[in-house]
């Protein structure tokens, strides 16, 4: 059965730490997502990853900054958290477009709230 | 600019009916249209695909259409049922991207005994 792990679900921090979200999936996928959800506007790509060491930034990336070492393993990292970027934080992969439709594999999110 | 939208944010249908969602987008050039299924709380879960050189897709109570020329895509569920309720989101996987899949904001459906 196919697997996406996020660390942590609920996580409270305060404005300006450097916070770290990991996600870890065991399906050998090629590529992998990190997409922030709010009400009214949907899931919205911040930074995806089609091989190891490699990034593209999404349509939201500032403010974030991801990794990359490991095929099965993408963090996203918040290089000083502040309060508008109190969200649920979902995570995704897919395997490579060559091989498959690009159905994306969700973890089950983890909620963020920056105070 | 670039946009995909859901007809609603939500839509309340009596259990039997037919419920039809609609996607709605401008401005892209999409390889396949997705369509997802989130619970509360839970990430959201793949159900359906179609590519842009197919009209219709079902899979059992479920159909999608899709019309590149009104860049439009239709979500049914026949014979809906309580279990069916959640929030239904479309996506976009784009040509000009490999990998880049662009999701609307969803529709909440409720379906009422």
């Known amino acids: 059965d196919v697997k996406v792990t996020q660390s942590s679900r609920y996580l409270v921090k305060r404005t300006g730490e450097k916070v770290f979200l990991e996600c870890v999936q065991d399906m050998d996928h090629e590529n992998m997502f990190w997409y922030r959800q709010d009400p009214g506007l949907g899931l919205r790509l911040i930074y995806f990853s089609y091989d190891v060491k490699m990034k593209e930034k999404g349509d939201i990336p500032e403010g974030y900054s991801v990794s990359r070492e490991k095929k099965e393993r993408f963090s996203l990292i918040l290089e000083s958290a502040s309060t508008n970027q109190t969200s649920m934080y979902l995570c995704?992969?897919?395997?490579?477009?060559?091989?498959?439709?690009?159905?994306?594999?969700f973890g089950e999110g983890s909620r963020l709230t920056v105070l | 600019s670039q946009k995909i939208e859901q007809n609603s944010e939500a839509l309340n249908i009596q259990e039997g009916k037919t419920a039809t969602l609609t996607c709605n987008y401008t401005?892209?050039?999409?390889?396949?249209l997705q369509w997802y299924r989130q619970d509360p709380g839970r990430g959201p879960v793949f159900l359906l695909l179609i590519r842009e050189n197919e009209k219709e897709k079902r899979k059992e109570r479920l159909k999608v259409t899709f019309d590149t020329t009104l860049k439009q895509s239709l979500f049914h569920i026949t014979a809906s049922q309580p279990a069916d309720s959640a929030t239904y989101l479309c996506a976009l996987l784009l040509y000009s991207s490999a990998s880049k899949i662009i999701f609307g904001s969803g529709t909440r459906l409720s379906i009422r005994p």
């Open positions: 401005n892209y050039s999409p390889a396949y």
């Open positions: 995704a992969s897919s395997l490579g477009l060559s091989l498959t439709t690009g159905e994306l594999f």
